[in-house]
């Protein structure tokens, strides 16, 4: 029998890795990436960075930066950046510092935790709904009643608007999956949304720039620090990222956490007799099953890694979900533990919400929504049965969530839960 060759090992690895028909279970594909090295080659000019230090590396090291201003972006090869939706995933410094150190002011802890009411009426009410049925879709009654609830109330959209919204971001989540890898009517989908979602909020901004209220358009609007203030091309694509990030990971966390859990009924058994593990159970449900699974890298000046030298212009993707099961890391990372995080000597930090001048900068909001929903279910809900034996999963790679999830729900025997954790609002572990 002859020997196998190594460079099919590899290319059947990455697409194996890069298939839809596994997003089921991808899990197996990056251990096997990992395996093969800590960098590997793949036929769209990209290597892929497999280990979790190796991706820290990356991620903190803002030369290694998104590269579409500058044209060096193979990921996306003759896409100008005007066409990429949103802001900061598209810039790097200097122009990514500026408008970052201009929005994060409406993103102070205090600003966050502000909304802890709203979260807790959502979710409260989606709850008690699905309570009330004999079985409901945990992705479209639960997971995303909650944060596009919060993100329209936080943003000043009407909710009314939300299924335009829900068209547009589908488009948009598809589009962050490398290009090589979409088809034609993907990619003219991913400009037809953008240009879309743009021209909503050209005027809603207008509006708001006339007759300012207490919401977050409004209040960027009005931002100045000495001077310098958002454009309007700056603020309709801030609108758009926020929109966007706030609603489609949290929507597809929720999902993943619910299903993980249903999977490990001894963990949340824990959860029931100790509530104050949920804001690190939180953490855990993110390393162990976040929505996004990768990001991408261009070096913005020559860089080294892994032992390889990369020039100016060479790209690598960054298995984050994969680099959150490393074992040399996170011991037995294929067993969901929800103490993981929790004392005096927590894990290393996870990578679900990214590392350096990109980390999430709607992290503690999703963090509150997350930790809000678990206990609201916790509370009302004594057992949860997942209806569906093997789950369908969206058609994005870059992003990972369910399509849609039957779950029933039982009343709860248990009421004495407290009504919330502790504050979300803290640092990543």
């Known amino acids: 029998m002859p020997a196998p060759d190594p460079a099919q090992t590899v290319l059947d690895t990455v697409l194996d890795m890069f298939s839809l028909e596994n997003r089921n279970d991808p899990y197996p594909f990056y251990h096997a990436a990992r395996e093969l090295g800590p960098l590997v080659a793949t036929p769209f000019d990209v290597h892929l960075v497999t280990g979790h230090d190796d991706c820290m590396t990356v991620l903190s090291d803002p030369r290694w930066g998104h590269g579409y201003s500058a044209g060096i972006s193979p990921i996306r090869p003759g896409v100008v950046a005007e066409n990429i939706p949103g802001s900061f995933i598209r810039m790097d410094p200097p122009d990514h510092t500026r408008l970052r150190g201009l929005v994060s002011k409406a993103f102070t802890p205090r600003a966050m935790e502000r909304l802890r009411p709203l979260v807790e009426r959502t979710a409260e009410r989606a709850v008690a709904s699905a309570l009330a049925a004999a079985e409901f879709d945990l992705v479209a009654d639960l997971a995303a009643t909650v944060p596009i609830t919060v993100i329209c109330e936080l943003l000043g959209v009407p909710i009314e608007d939300h299924p335009r919204f829900d068209t547009w971001v589908r488009a948009l989540a598809r589009g962050l999956d490398p290009d090589p890898l979409l088809a034609e009517d993907e990619l003219r989908g991913r400009e037809i949304a953008a240009a879309a979602f743009s021209e909503y909020f050209r005027g809603l901004v207008a509006e708001r720039r006339a007759r300012p209220g207490p919401d ?21 694509d801030i609108c758009v990222l926020l929109l966007f990030g706030g609603y489609e990971t949290t929507v597809h966390m929720t999902g993943n956490m619910v299903l993980a859990l249903s999977r490990h009924p001894d963990q949340l058994n824990l959860l029931r007799e100790r509530p ?72 290393p930090r996870h990578l679900a919400f990214g590392l350096g001048i990109h980390f999430c900068l709607g992290a503690q909001l999703a963090r509150l929504e997350l930790e809000i929903v678990l206990t609201t279910l916790l509370r009302h809900a004594h057992a949860f049965a997942v209806l569906d034996p093997e789950p369908t999963y969206r058609e994005t790679l870059t992003i990972r969530g369910l399509q849609s999830l039957r779950v029933r729900l039982e009343g709860s025997r248990a009421p004495d839960l407290p009504r919330t954790t502790q504050s979300a609002t803290r640092t990543a572990p």
């Open 216 to 236: 977050l358009i409004s209040q960027l609007a009005t931002i100045d620090d000495a001077g310098d203030r958002l454009t309007e091309t700056e603020l309709q």
């Open 276 to 347: 104050d593990l949920i804001p690190s159970a939180v953490d855990e449900l993110l390393r162990f099953d976040p929505p996004v699974h990768f990001t991408n890298r261009v070096a913005l000046q020559e860089r080294h890694l892994a032992g390889r030298d990369f020039g100016r212009g060479e790209a690598v993707v960054i298995l984050v979900a994969g680099a959150n099961r490393d074992p040399r890391v996170f011991p037995d990372p294929d067993r969901l533990d929800v103490t993981r995080f929790a004392g005096p000597t927590p894990a």
